[in-house]
Structures are given as structure tokens and as C-alpha cells.
């Protein structure tokens, strides 16, 4: 398992960072936010990312992939993260893909993996229901209904969720909320009768929605792999999509430290540039040493999802690590950013306001800092 | 097949047959075999594999055979210290000359020094220590005062020196001195080295808050140095002493890829001392969080390290990386044994006797030895600054160097 990105790699994360620069750079993130778009990311870009084949990355080659790992999508992550770009790059394809791929029927696989990798079609994954990440505690109601199923109950936070062409629904089966077993995977059209959805504006200013399915009846084939086997390959999406997150919380905190760094030498007070008060220079310096631990955890992360030998705890726990400290370094070092900025740090201008609240969002999402400890813990205590 | 290759499988073959089982593997602190005129081994095979790396050369792998070493290029040697890795072989023996002081004299010494010094040093006959603090020279190490007077053919040096581990133990130290009480700091130092057993010198152990330890105080009363003793310019110590400290650096780093001396689990601690997750109090389950979290961090330190090895055996530049780790081990060190004094209670606050186990007395004293970490080898302050200046390059402040 190596913690640096090979040659290959760092050509794709050059690519990245240059094409996301000249195309999606922080600014084009404001506009987004000052325009309203409800879908929270531009098409246009989403459609040259596709062409780049980034939707291809982490995918086998037999379901149309470049099988290029996800050390490789790390890199693109990361500089989506540098550069505040908004896609559907993590809903759709890290989640939705993945889940087909590891959990989808031959006949499921055909239909969706193309329009997927395309971009002609885009997924959602509705998961959440409490405040909180919590997968295990999903409550929704899924019962045998004549071939089908119908499916009762509320999902939030559902990433990129305005103007999905379809939804992964987790929904519980069999069993009561808190267990593991008995969650199923289902795939509802948009356009599904009894589906209610509906924008949740939050900081972040991108797409996240909130779904009501009222009695929403799908047929048999809607069911994703295993009926009330839905965990293993769950954890392992998340897993992936955890460590793709981790290293868009990276390239933000990378970017919100930079800029920091570079105020604190031309930003002038009492004579001196600020970063000549050791007060200041003591706290930059632990962020930087924060940044460093975190990048050496997301790298981990990404590669032990490339790692075929690692079983699914050894996964789990450098899952959780990567998503922990990224979150925790993100946390740090925007906090700083904001306080170093001074006034200006608290004002809608500067963008370091704009990367503090995708941070919050992002750090949240998929499992917070007490989530990931637990888990990690978890999984320790379990070797 | 190149010639590294055959080097490789000539090395993974000479190692495969030559260092002992008992020799690989993470060394417990204790089982360190320190080089000098009485080497003492816990171990034959201790024995062994020192003979067999020093008359191999292998103390010193990359230093000229003339002066003892192995004659090694830059890339055989890095293809010893991979295959020793690979094989987790332990150093064979611990030794501040090697490490510190032989490339120094390499780089800046006489060719007279070079022959007398490098090749006993190569041998590890010789038990070296460290002269650089003074009672009033910490972590402003230029504002020294120990002083070399010039007369004739030799020194003469007055003064004290302190916190030199193993003082007491060693055969010659290297020192810094005052040569020009007149210079700016920095200017009026130099690099002397001295046998211990030279009249007027006298070292004293110091005691810790942990107990015993291996530091002296060493005293110099008007104790004569011949002046071939000189290393490098007069009053040109100061850039030798920097090369010292660098090489110091890279040493602790590498020398931490083998042993994590008084590492300590923290969360199988915590699995003996705090009851399961599900049935704990409140109290308790707040403790193994913070246990967890603390076992996180350390975990993503270790990553780094790896990924600091990675880089360099890369050619990247880990300058940045490499200012960092002590800071973040020494830190980290201390939060968690914190932590661990929380999660055992009154466990961890015997002293001795048969009350507590071996294990909670070791916890104890590693706790209070921790409080030294952060101050020993450039305190966390120290590090900050250079983070600061050298890696960010935030600008000087008016409070000085």
C-alpha cells in the first residue's frame, strides 16, 4: 500500500488542477450560489468532466471503467476540493456506481452503468434520516406489496438530490432500526408516484434534498442485490465515497491554508506584516503539521480501497481514519483561517467564508468525527 | 542484470544468512547495544551481529574504506537500508560518533582527523557524547559560555555542560566552546573533541522527575585539549554544530523506523482499564472516546513517518515533512500518556513496590520522562519557530532569532 500518488496518478492530478482552475474555479462557485441554480453544480462542467472520464475512474473495465483506483479519483477530489468545484462526481458515480457495480443484477448493471459513466443519467442516494449519519439506523419502511414493494417513509440530506434521474433508496426490510441486517437497496425513478422531492437549502449552497415516499410502489426488479442484505456492499460505497470526501476536505483545507498563509505575510499591522507575531506563527505552524497528518490519512484511505488484500475491517478502519482526521484538520484550519482573516475573515468578499461552510457540510456528511472514532474504534476492538 | 541488482541479491542473501533471528524485529528499550571501549551484550546473538556488521564495514556503510566504512555509493547504500528493513533488522549497535559526528568530520575535518578518528569510530570502539547545552543555554544553544583559552600547543577549557546522556558512560565527547568571547554569538564557537578521561573533567548524573536517568551534568576544570582536537575552523563551529543537529535529525528518524522505545498500546490499555462500550458510565464512555481519538492521531502520525519514507526513496522533497514529525511524536507522546493516566486513575500514580504491576510503574515513569520529549532535542517552541520561518516563511519578528 503506498501512501504517494505513482506517475500516473500525479499526470491525472495535474490534469485536475489545471482543468478545474480555468473551468471551476472558486468564483464560478459564487456565481452558482448568487444565481440560485437549484442543481447546485454547473451541466456544462459536469458534462466536460465526463468527457475527461473522470465518471469512468473507479470502475472495472467490463462495466465500461478505467479501473484506475481510487487513489486516482483521490487526485480529482482533491482539486475539486482546492478549487470549491461543485459535480455530481461523488452522488452519481462514487456512490450510485459503486453500489451497482458491487450490488447490481447483470440486467441493472446494463441498463444504468453507461447512462451513469455517460452522465446522461444521474443518481442520488437517499440514506440519511436523523440529524445525523447513521446508516444502521435507517427506519423506512419497505414491505412485500403484491411482486413489488412499497416503500413508507422520509429520507434527508440526500446529496444532489434535486433533479436526479433516480434514487437509491436504503430502506429497512426486516429488523428494527439500529441493526445491521435487514436493509435492502431500491431504485426509484424520479418521476415515481407517492415521491415528494423537495430542496433543503443549506450553507453549503448546493443540491441536497429531502424525499417523502408516500406508499411508493416499485416492482421486484427495483430491488438492488440481496433482499435485507444491503450492508456489505453499502459499507463498501460509503467506504469509497468517505475516502473521495476526505480528499475534497483536503484540497479545501490545503486552499484555506495557502491563502491564510499568504495573508499573514502581506496583511500589515503595528508596522510589521502580522505573521511576525509568534502568537500567529505557533498556530500556523500546528495547522500545518494538522494538514500533513490528515493528507498522510486520506492517502491511506484512498489506497486501502485499491488494496484487493485488506479485508472489509482493515477497510472500514483507514475509511474512517481519512474521513476523522480530514474532518478534524478541515475543522482546525478553517477556524483559523476565519480568525487570522480578522474582520475580513467574517465578511461574504473573502472566499475563505464560502470554504468554511462547504467544510461544515462536507464534514458532516457521510459520518462525522464522533462517527468515524466509533467506528474506528469498532473495528479495532475487532482484530 | 545491472549491478545494483546483483548488489541487492548479494545483500538480501549476506543478511538472510548473517543476522541472527533474535536480531529482527522492533528492539525493546534495554536491549540497545551501545558501541564503545566495553560493549556490553545482553546476547550472543547481540554479539554476533555486531562483529559481523562492523567487520563488514556496515557501521558505517556509506563512509570510504579508507576510514573504515563499507565504500558503499549513495545508492547501494539505499538499497542496504531498504533489504534491512525488509528484514527488520535492528541497528547493531547504537553510536553517537557514527551518527552525528562522522559525517561532520567527514565533511569538514583534517585529513589527519579523518585517519585518526574515523576508523576506530568505524570499528565502534569508541562511545561518544554530546557537549552542547549549558545551564544557561538551552534552547538559545549560541549563547554558550564554556571557553577555550588558546596556550600554545593546547586549550584550555573551563565550564559546564548539561544534559549529556551517558556522560558518565563515554569515552570522548564533541563538544562546543567560546573560543572568542569578543565575536557576535555565533561567530566566536568551536567544534572540540575531547577524551573523557582527561584530567579536570567529572560527570555527574542527573536525577528527573522520572527517576534516574541517563543525563549528566559535566564539569571542565581547566581541563587541557590539544589543539589537533579542533574540528574545523576556529570560531567556525557554529556551521558545524547546525550539520551536528541536522544529521542528529535524520538519525532519530531512521533510528524510529526500528525501535519505538517505551511504546505503549494505548488502546489494549484502555481494554483493560475501562469496561466494554456498551457498559460503561457516561464517564467512562466519554474516556474511551478520548482514548480512541488520541489512537487515531498517533495512527495518522505513523502514516506519515511511512509516507516520509516513501517520499524520500521518491526523491521528493520532505524538508517540510521532516520539520514536523518530533514536534507531533513528542506532542502526541505527552497527550497520550495523559490520557492513560485518566483511563488507569490511581493505577498510574504508583512509584514502587509490589502495590502496582511492572506495567503500571513503567507507565508511571514513561509519563513523567514524557514531560522531558518535548523540551529534549529542540523544544516544541523551537520547532514552531523553525516550522514558522524555514517551511512556511513567515517573517522574522521583533523578538529575535
Not at chain 1, 84 to 113: F, K, N, R
Request: aromatic share 8%.
Amino acid at each position: 500500500m503506498s501512501l504517494v500518488y505513482s506517475e500516473e496518478q500525479r499526470l491525472l492530478a495535474d490534469t485536475a488542477a489545471e482543468f478545474l482552475l480555468a473551468r471551476s474555479p472558486v468564483a464560478a462557485q459564487r456565481r452558482l450560489r448568487d444565481e440560485g441554480k437549484a442543481e447546485g453544480f454547473g451541466d456544462a462542467l459536469w458534462k466536460e468532466m465526463v468527457d475527461m472520464g473522470w465518471s469512468a475512474i473507479p470502475f472495472p473495465e467490463a462495466l465500461g471503467g478505467l479501473a484506475f483506483g481510487c487513489m486516482g479519483l483521490g487526485a480529482v477530489f482533491e482539486s475539486m476540493g482546492r478549487n470549491l468545484s461543485a459535480s455530481p462526481l461523488l452522488s452519481s458515480i462514487v456512490l450510485g456506481g459503486t453500489l451497482i457495480e458491487l450490488a447490481g443484477s447483470e440486467a441493472q448493471q446494463a441498463e444504468w452503468m453507461p447512462q451513469l459513466i455517460a452522465g446522461d443519467k444521474r443518481m442520488a442516494l437517499a440514506l440519511d434520516e436523523k440529524p445525523r449519519h447513521d446508516p444502521a439506523a435507517t427506519a423506512l419502511r419497505a414491505e412485500r406489496h403484491g411482486n413489488g414493494w412499497l416503500l413508507q417513509g422520509d429520507k434527508r440530506f440526500v446529496a444532489d438530490g434535486v433533479g436526479a434521474d433516480a434514487f437509491i433508496v436504503v430502506a429497512r426490510s426486516a429488523g428494527a432500526p439500529g441493526e445491521r441486517d435487514g436493509l435492502s437497496l431500491f431504485l426509484v425513478p424520479a418521476d415515481a408516484p407517492g415521491l415528494q422531492v423537495s430542496p433543503m437549502q443549506m450553507i453549503d449552497s448546493r443540491n441536497h434534498a429531502q424525499l417523502r415516499l408516500d406508499g411508493v410502489r416499485v416492482d421486484a426488479c427495483a430491488l438492488i442485490g440481496e433482499e435485507g442484505g444491503a450492508w456489505g456492499p453499502l459499507d463498501a460505497a460509503l467506504d469509497r465515497s468517505r475516502a473521495c470526501l476526505a480528499a475534497e476536505l483536503l484540497g479545501m483545507t490545503q486552499n484555506l491554508f495557502d491563502t491564510t498563509v499568504e495573508y499573514l505575510k502581506t496583511r500589515v499591522q503595528f508596522d510589521v506584516p502580522i505573521g511576525s507575531f509568534q502568537a500567529l506563527q505557533h498556530r500556523a505552524a500546528w495547522c500545518y503539521a494538522h494538514l500533513h497528518l490528515a493528507r498522510s490519512a486520506v492517502m491511506a484511505g484512498l489506497a486501502a480501497m485499491d488494496d484487493p488484500k485488506l479485508d472489509a475491517a482493515g477497510r472500514a478502519r483507514l475509511a474512517s481514519l481519512a474521513k476523522w482526521k480530514a474532518g478534524d484538520a478541515a475543522h482546525r484550519i478553517s477556524r483559523e483561517a476565519v480568525q487570522m482573516h480578522g474582520g475580513m475573515g467574517v465578511t461574504d468578499e473573502l472566499d475563505v467564508g464560502l470554504f468554511l461552510k462547504r467544510i461544515r457540510v462536507a464534514q458532516a456528511e457521510l459520518g462525522d468525527a464522533d462517527f468515524h472514532c466509533d467506528r474506528y474504534g469498532e473495528f479495532v476492538e475487532a482484530q | 542484470m545491472s549491478g545494483i541488482d546483483d548488489f541487492r541479491k548479494e545483500t538480501r542473501a549476506w543478511l538472510g544468512a548473517n543476522c541472527p533471528a533474535s536480531m529482527r524485529g522492533p528492539m525493546p528499550d534495554g536491549e540497545l547495544v551501545w558501541g564503545g571501549s566495553e560493549v556490553e551484550f545482553k546476547s550472543e546473538d547481540q554479539r554476533l551481529w555486531f562483529e559481523r556488521m562492523r567487520d563488514k564495514g556496515w557501521f558505517c556503510p556509506d563512509w570510504p574504506k579508507e576510514y573504515g566504512g563499507g565504500g558503499l555509493s549513495p545508492e547501494q547504500n539505499a538499497v542496504l537500508e531498504a533489504e534491512m528493513r525488509r528484514l527488520k533488522c535492528r541497528p547493531p549497535q547504537i553510536n553517537l560518533g557514527i551518527w552525528m559526528l562522522g559525517p561532520v568530520i567527514l565533511e569538514f575535518g583534517s585529513e589527519a582527523q579523518k585517519r585518526a578518528l574515523l576508523p576506530p569510530m568505524a570499528r565502534g570502539e569508541i562511545r561518544w557524547c554530546q557537549g552542547f547545552s549549558e545551564p544557561n543555554a538551552g534552547s538559545d544553544l549560541a549563547s554558550l559560555k564554556t571557553s577555550a583559552v588558546d596556550a600554545g600547543d593546547h586549550f584550555v577549557v573551563n565550564g559546564t555542560k548539561i544534559w549529556t546522556s551517558y556522560g558518565d558512560k563515554s569515552d570522548w565527547m564533541y563538544m562546543l566552546v567560546r573560543t572568542d568571547p569578543d565575536a557576535s554569538k555565533q561567530q566566536g564557537i568551536s567544534l572540540l573533541v575531547v577524551d573523557m578521561k582527561s584530567p579536570g573533567i567529572e560527570a555527574r548524573p542527573i536525577d528527573l522527575i522520572s527517576g534516574k536517568s541517563s543525563f549528566c551534568q559535566v564539569f571542565f576544570d581547566n581541563v587541557k585539549v590539544p589543539k589537533r582536537q579542533l574540528v574545523g575552523p576556529l570560531n567556525g563551529g557554529w556551521t558545524l554544530a547546525k550539520a551536528l543537529l541536522q544529521h542528529e535529525r535524520r538519525a532519530m528518524s531512521k533510528f524510529g523506523e526500528f525501535s519505538l522505545p517505551n511504546h505503549v498500546d494505548l488502546l489494549s490499555v484502555a481494554a483493560r482499564y475501562l469496561p466494554p462500550a456498551d457498559a460503561g458510565t457516561s464517564a467512562e464512555v466519554a474516556l474511551r472516546a478520548r482514548a480512541l481519538a488520541m489512537a487515531m492521531d498517533e495512527h495518522a502520525y505513523t502514516l506519515t513517518a511511512q509516507r516520509m519514507g516513501e517520499e524520500m526513496r521518491a526523491r521528493q522533497d520532505v524538508s517540510g515533512l521532516m520539520a514536523i514529525m518530533k514536534l507531533v511524536h513528542s506532542e502526541q507522546e505527552k497527550d497520550k500518556l495523559e490520557v492513560l493516566l485518566d483511563v488507569m486513575g490511581h493505577r498510574a500514580l504508583g512509584w514502587e513496590g509490589d502495590a502496582f504491576d511492572s506495567s503500571e510503574l513503567a507507565l508511571t515513569r514513561a509519563w513523567l520522562g514524557s514531560f522531558a520529549q518535548t523540551i529534549a532535542g529542540g523544544s516544541s517552541e523551537v520547532q514552531l519557530n523553525v516550522i514558522a520561518k524555514r517551511v512556511l516563511g513567515l517573517p522574522e519578528g521583533k523578538q529575535g532569532k
